[in-house]
């Protein structure tokens, strides 16, 4: 994730959807003792702390990539937005980076408690929020008019997609 709108790396051209299909079952899930068990191939964990990497380093910009992570609670009035950046800005980055950190801290982990998942899921998020952006995708649904590059940063963003509802899905279970 960059600073510029082509900005994505970290193996955008390689990942395909069939990393997810190792013995036909969710490569993350819940056990029988409250854990997750996490099935994850060590390119998809390259991929993941890639971009958790970018993203931190992302979120020490004032970068219009970050848009969707800190959204203007009051619309277009630019008063009532800088106060409650100044009260809520510094928390809702604490909170981001800290989940950031438990993603990079158990990157390797076969096992997860359920706040650990909580963190992967917001950093996940956060990380297409991010590609959304760049990518110019919208609430309508529509696909992007994309190049090769965006093309192969679109697949990355469905991964991400698809990794997101997993982790959705073992929540839920």
Do not use: C, K
Request: aromatic share 6%; glycine share 10%; charged share 30%.
């Amino acid at each position: 994730m960059g600073h510029d709108a082509a900005g994505l790396s970290g193996g955008a051209q390689t990942v395909g959807m069939g990393i997810f299909d190792r013995a036909r079952r969710r490569p993350i899930r819940r056990t029988g003792d409250g854990t997750y068990a996490v099935d994850l191939d060590p390119e998809v964990r390259r991929l993941v702390g890639s971009f958790v990497d970018q993203l931190r380093e992302l979120l020490s910009t004032d970068s219009e990539l970050l848009v969707r992570l800190f959204p203007p609670p009051y619309g277009d009035d630019r008063e009532r937005n800088e106060g409650y950046a100044v009260l809520a800005g510094a928390e809702l980055m604490e909170l981001r980076l800290a989940a950031l950190d438990v993603v990079s801290e158990h990157l390797d982990a076969t096992e997860l408690d359920e706040d650990q998942l909580m963190a992967w899921m917001r950093s996940i998020n956060d990380i297409r929020l991010v590609m959304g952006t760049m990518l110019g995708i919208t609430e309508d649904g529509a696909t992007p008019d994309l190049d090769e590059e965006g093309t192969a940063a679109y697949g990355v963003y469905e991964f991400f997609g698809a990794l997101l509802e997993t982790i959705v899905a073992a929540l839920a279970d």
